[in-house]
């Protein structure tokens, strides 16, 4: 648990608290996932929602590794590999994918923490590791549907020409009006996500500082 939790201050750090992550920060996060994989392998970790959410969120840092490979796969392969605007996008979408899973997957940690302090007995019926996986699940899906529209867009403007009244032209602007609302909304989403989680964990730590004052005195 000690190593969890070690693994889960580092993922806050580099998806709720720096305001975007860097080379140090996520090379961490991925040793810190790998050993978080190893780690759930082992016969000694109780199968809880927690753990559901703390896996799914370590393989979400596959996301980046496949980015990292792809990237250096184009770098030594240069001419003979031409970087297309659908393998750009790609590249970039893959780590979207990967901050916004990661956030909301923590989010998730964060209101479970916060059942269990304050509504341990209430909220059993919630805390199963089936409605973890399926909450693990949906996230990837919408998470998966936002990046494909994404990458729509951004293909869809690299191949566009002059303008016409082709129909090409409407669906152009029909993405693009799509994709920067989505923008928008994971901009807005993370905002109120990092908000949520600090109060959450100051209600926590709190509440967990009173409980300590009063068995002492």
């Keep these: 648990m000690k190593d969890f939790r070690r693994y889960l201050v580092l993922k806050y750090i580099q998806y709720l608290v720096l305001s975007s992550s ?14 978080v994989m190893l780690i759930l392998q ?53 780590l979207t994918a990967n901050t916004h899973i990661s956030a909301l997957l923590l989010s998730c940690v964060a209101v479970e923490a916060y059942l269990i302090t304050f509504l341990p007995t209430e909220s059993r019926s919630l805390r199963t590791v089936r409605n973890a996986g399926l909450t693990s699940r949906a996230i990837w899906l919408l998470v998966a549907a936002e990046c494909a529209l994404l990458q729509a867009d951004d293909v869809l ?19 693009s009006g799509a994709a920067a609302l989505l923008r928008a909304l994971s901009y807005l989403l993370g905002i109120l996500l990092r908000i949520v989680n600090v109060y959450i964990y100051y209600k926590i730590f709190f509440s967990v500082s009173n409980r300590s004052a009063v068995r002492t005195n």
């Design 22 to 35: 860097n080379a140090v920060s996520t090379l961490l996060g991925v040793l810190g996932s790998g050993y």
């Design 42 to 94: 082992s016969s000694r970790v109780s199968s809880k929602s927690t753990a559901v959410f703390i896996s799914s969120l370590a393989k979400a840092d596959l996301l980046i590794f496949v980015s990292a490979v792809a990237e250096l796969f184009l770098w030594s392969s240069g001419a003979a590999a031409p970087r297309t605007a659908f393998t750009s996008a790609l590249l970039q979408n893959l």
């Design 157 to 175: 403007k690299a191949s566009s020409t002059s303008p016409s009244c082709s129909p090409g032209v409407w669906l152009l602007h029909l993405s």
